[in-house]
């Protein structure tokens, strides 16, 4: 069986994913000082925030609208 490999990513998401493999393989070869892992890892945490869905924001009223007849 032939295996084929993907060269670009598709979204946000799967960047995400490929940069956390990517750091836990330097970090466990050692090539990832403590440091080095705690600044990819707020860059990680950064661009996950970024990528999760944003809530509506709900309707308030105000006093002055009242009920409409």
Request: net charge negative; charged share 25%.
């Amino acid at each position: 069986m032939s295996e084929t490999r993907r060269t670009q990513v598709a979204n946000v998401g799967e960047s995400i994913s490929v940069l956390i493999q990517t750091a836990e393989m330097a970090q466990k070869s050692g090539i990832l000082s403590f440091d080095d892992a705690v600044i990819v890892k707020s860059a990680i945490d950064f661009l996950m925030a970024m990528n999760q869905p944003k809530a509506p924001e709900a309707e308030v009223k105000t006093e002055e609208e009242g009920p409409k007849a």
